[in-house]
């Protein structure tokens, strides 16, 4: 099969720039590339992407707002095509070399890949990812987004977020442009997120995620889902809801997954 992938990402020069990159990269160890895509490819997906009304899920709460697609069977089969390849040997030796993260893969379900849109006025408070999959039991390592926005400005915001562990600084950002990979190593301080987007009618935020997983992980935490925390800006009364909202929800989802109740 044809890769999907510009050979460019995939060369050792590559692999060497972004391994520096991931190791000195701050606030945690991350690194992007532009370009991750062949670009007849990436046309096709940006021209195929399903509408916001096609997703599996829809957030509108307190700390989100955007929608969720996992259901591939329903998308154009590139996107199956996309999955595949983001899950192949190729791309997680791809990854391991750069990252030093041996043996990871991804899942084939709703906790594996999809897609990400938002339309005006979305945003994706900032949090840490749940660690370990609640139904496998395997170790949640690394996240890769590939950002499918042709013409992002500067003004719709929305760029990706990278904050410090006590959510006090934010450490780095990124546009979410076209073609454009970004990866991270997932703990329990690498605070991510997005703010509030402000688009014209018709366009809306893009992407789509791989989560990558390993069976065995050192210095392991107990479970936990998200965890959403406020903006330094966001004042006291949406720290407070949104404290304890995470905690009521992070007990609830430790009981259900001990006694063995499929999240």
């Known amino acids: 099969m044809e890769s999907i992938f510009n050979p460019e990402a995939l060369s050792d ?4 720039r972004l391994k520096t990159f991931f190791n000195q990269s701050t606030p945690y160890r991350h690194f992007y590339f532009d370009g991750i895509l062949k670009e007849d490819f990436a046309n096709y997906l940006y021209d195929k992407f399903p509408a916001p009304t096609d997703m599996t899920r829809t957030y509108n709460g307190l700390n989100e707002k955007k929608a969720e697609g996992t259901n591939f069977a ?7 095509k996309l999955k595949d390849g983001l899950n192949s040997p190729e791309l997680r030796e791809w990854l391991s070399k750069i990252t030093g993260i ?34 496998l039991n395997v170790h949640r390592r690394l996240n890769l987004l590939v950002f499918l926005n042709k013409n992002w400005k500067e003004e719709y ?11 006090s600084v934010l ?6 442009s076209w073609n454009r990979c970004v990866v991270f190593e997932t703990s329990e301080i690498s605070y991510h997120g997005y703010a509030t987007i402000h688009v014209p009618p018709g366009e809306t935020r893009k992407s789509f995620f791989t989560y990558y997983y390993t069976k065995e992980r050192e210095g392991l935490n107990k479970y936990h889902d998200t965890v959403f925390k406020a903006r330094p800006e966001e004042g006291l009364a949406k720290k407070i809801k949104t404290d304890v909202k ?15 109740v499929k999240l």
């Open 157 to 167: 915001g929305g760029k990706f977020e990278l904050w410090n562990e006590d959510v």
């Open 246 to 260: 995470e905690g009521l929800k992070n007990n609830i989802k430790r009981v259900l997954k001990k006694v063995g």
């Open 171 to 176: 450490g780095n950002s990124y546009l979410p």
């Open 74 to 80: 329903t998308f154009d089969p590139a996107f199956q």
């Open 13 to 16: 020069a590559t692999v060497e």
């Open 102 to 135: 041996k043996d990871v893969f991804s899942t084939d379900d709703a906790l594996g890949a999809g897609v990400h849109q938002g339309e005006n006025g979305s945003y994706l408070d900032i949090h840490i990812d749940f660690n370990i999959h609640p139904n």
